[in-house]
């Protein structure tokens, strides 16, 4: 599912917004997918955006919840990274759709 539109921005490999610690960061692809918790018996939505830098690689796991349950996780470069420091990451690569994503057809 790579690529999936209902996400704010489409994959892309442009360079993005500086992170600080890496350089040249790039979003690789952004996915979409069913997770399951180990403290919670429903199945959520999750994004996974991959990454690439000169440091390597590593992917940034959005999971959500009730919006005070969204959390993040890192793997690759991300590893051992704080909540805070991911989320700047996240919106930070998080690819930018050069168009509205929302329109209103006309029906009639």
């Given at each position: 599912m790579s690529g999936d539109s209902s996400h704010p921005?489409?994959?892309s490999a442009t360079p993005a917004t500086p992170v600080?610690?890496?350089t040249e960061p790039r979003a690789l692809?952004?996915?979409?997918f069913a997770v399951r918790t180990r403290d919670s018996a429903?199945?959520?939505s999750?994004?996974?955006l991959a990454v690439g830098c000169e440091q390597g690689d590593g992917a940034?796991?959005?999971v959500e919840g009730a919006p005070a349950e969204t959390f993040l996780?890192?793997?690759?470069?991300?590893?051992?990274?704080?909540?805070?420091r991911l989320g700047m990451a996240?919106?930070?690569?998080?690819?930018r759709s050069p168009s509205p994503g929302f329109e209103l057809n006309q029906l009639g």
């Open positions: 921005g489409g994959p600080p610690g890496l692809s952004l996915e979409r429903v199945t959520r999750a994004w996974r940034i796991i959005l996780r890192g793997e690759g470069i991300f590893l051992g990274w704080s909540p805070e996240y919106r930070a690569l998080l690819p």
